[in-house]
T-cell receptor
Framework: DQQVKQNSPSLSVQEGRISILNCDYT??????FLWYKKYPAEGPTFLIS?????DKNEDGRFTVFLNKSAKHLSLHIVPSQPGDSAVYFC?????????FGAGTTVTVRA | KAGVTQTPRYLIKTRGQQVTLSCSPI?????VSWYQQTPGQGLQFLFE???????NKGNFPGRFSGRQFSNSRSEMNVSTLELGDSALYLC?????????????FGPGTRLTVL
């Protein structure tokens, strides 16, 4: 039962442009949402998070938006850089259990 | 500070066998979590250990088990392997009570079941 879904398996964006990654969830009880970045042959690394009581959190080039009524989460990366090419996972927590989406592979073109 | 290490990095087994994977957390970290990554399902939570006690468990069959030792190192065991168990198994450690911005993942163990 996939409670967190990333419906776009891949995204290609030009360097300098905005990358928008989307994530939908089904469980309205999730209390915290996170984004992770993963390079090949490495484990995921934490990127940014947002509490369920907020609708926006910003950290440098990364901004996460939360729309609770739509059960939708998005990550904006502005501007996109070549080093951003990776797999991005969104995740949600409930009772200290993390539920992950299947991931979106981002490719930043020069 | 050394990162999370997992051994072995790659493993090939046949159906019906059992396997043990090992995870050494970052020094001083007491919480270890295990995840399974498959292409279609993404990352799925297996279980979390803290101070040698399992605190949380995901929706996996009883063939999947784990333990944590007094030095915080953790092992994960899968018995009676099935083809669908082929996956990347990741462990992650955090200092104490699970705090996600302080959770660090290892590189994973790639298990192939033939």
């Amino acid at each position: 039962d996939q409670q967190v879904k990333q419906n776009s398996p891949s995204l290609s964006v030009q360097e300098g442009r905005i990358s928008i990654l989307n994530c939908d969830y089904t469980n309205s009880m999730f209390d915290y949402f996170l984004w992770y970045k993963k390079y090949p042959a490495e484990g995921p690394t934490f990127l940014i998070s947002i509490s369920s009581i907020k609708d926006k959190n910003e950290d440098g080039r990364f901004t996460v938006f939360l729309n609770k009524s739509a059960k939708h989460l998005s990550l904006h990366i502005v501007p996109s850089q070549p080093g951003d090419s990776a797999v991005y996972f969104c995740a949600a927590t409930l009772d200290y259990k993390l539920s992950f989406g299947a991931g979106t592979t981002v490719t930043v073109r020069a | 500070k050394a990162g999370v290490t997992q051994t072995p990095r790659y493993l090939i087994k046949t159906r019906g066998q059992q396997v043990t994977l090992s995870c050494s957390p970052i020094s001083g970290h007491r919480s270890v979590s295990w995840y399974q990554q498959t292409p279609g399902q993404g990352l799925q939570f297996l279980f979390e250990y803290f101070s040698e006690t399992q605190r949380n468990k995901g929706n996996f069959p009883g063939r999947f088990s784990g333990r944590q030792f007094s030095n915080s190192r953790s092992e994960m065991n899968v018995s009676t392997l099935e083809l669908g168990d082929s996956a990347l198994y990741l462990c992650a450690s955090s200092p104490g009570q699970l705090t996600y911005n302080e959770q660090f993942f290892g590189p994973g163990t790639r298990l192939t079941v033939l």
